[in-house]
Structure formats: structure tokens, C-alpha cells
């Protein structure tokens, strides 16, 4: 029972901001990665961000200098700033988690729903 969701999302001009954040929330034992991916409108998913436990981080480079990601580890929460948007920026916005439940054994990654990002004037 572990779910990831995403908030923040929303309509923005050319040039604002947005911050995106994802709640993991259930029986969770630990969490590893978190990452951010987006799918733009004709286009598959492609890798945005991601950050370590360790709160390594990287980053996709049509996004880098742009973005900055970071984590909560006391909320099980990843977080996406983003600056500069650009229209080609639009896109659904999706975290992912490597979890170890409580549940079962094992690393698992589990993915949130979404939440959609418009950049447009």
C-alpha cells in the first residue's frame, strides 16, 4: 500500500517558475531514488531529474541550470523546482521512488499519477 502524489502542477507563462513536489505515503520501510520524468504532448517519457538518498543529483540537459531537485527524506518527499519554463517544458510531470515496503521484501519502484505542467502565454 504505497502511493506516490504528485502536487504543483499547474499553468504558467514563458520565463515563471513552478515547484512540483511527491508524497510517498503508506508502509514504507526506507526509500532510495527519487526521480522525475515527463511526457510532452506527441512524445514517449523522457528522464528529468533524479536524486540519490544521499542527495546526489542529476539531471537531464535540456533542463540543467533550470531545474533543481531535492528531497525531504523526514516526508518522503521529492521536489522539483523549476525556473525558467519554457513551452517546450510542457508536459505531464511523473515522480518515481525505489521503495522497500513493509509489505514484502525487495526494492520496488513505484510511480505517482501525474501532474500537468502548462507553460504557455
Do not use: H
Amino acid at each position: 500500500q504505497v502511493q506516490l502524489a504528485e502536487s504543483g502542477g499547474g499553468l504558467v507563462q514563458p520565463g515563471g517558475s513552478l515547484r512540483l513536489s511527491c508524497a510517498a505515503s503508506g508502509s514504507i520501510f526506507s526509500i532510495g531514488a527519487m526521480r522525475w520524468f515527463r511526457a510532452a504532448p506527441g512524445k514517449q517519457r523522457e528522464f528529468v531529474a533524479f536524486v540519490t538518498s544521499g542527495g546526489i543529483t542529476d539531471y537531464a540537459g535540456s533542463v540543467k541550470g533550470r531545474f533543481t531537485i531535492s528531497r525531504d527524506n523526514a516526508k518522503n518527499t521529492v521536489l522539483l523546482q523549476m525556473n525558467s519554463l519554457k513551452p517546450e517544458d510542457t508536459a505531464v510531470y511523473s515522480c518515481n521512488a525505489d521503495v522497500r515496503p513493509l509489505s514484502r521484501d525487495g526494492l520496488v519502484t513505484y510511480w505517482g499519477q501525474g501532474t500537468q505542467v502548462t507553460v504557455s502565454s
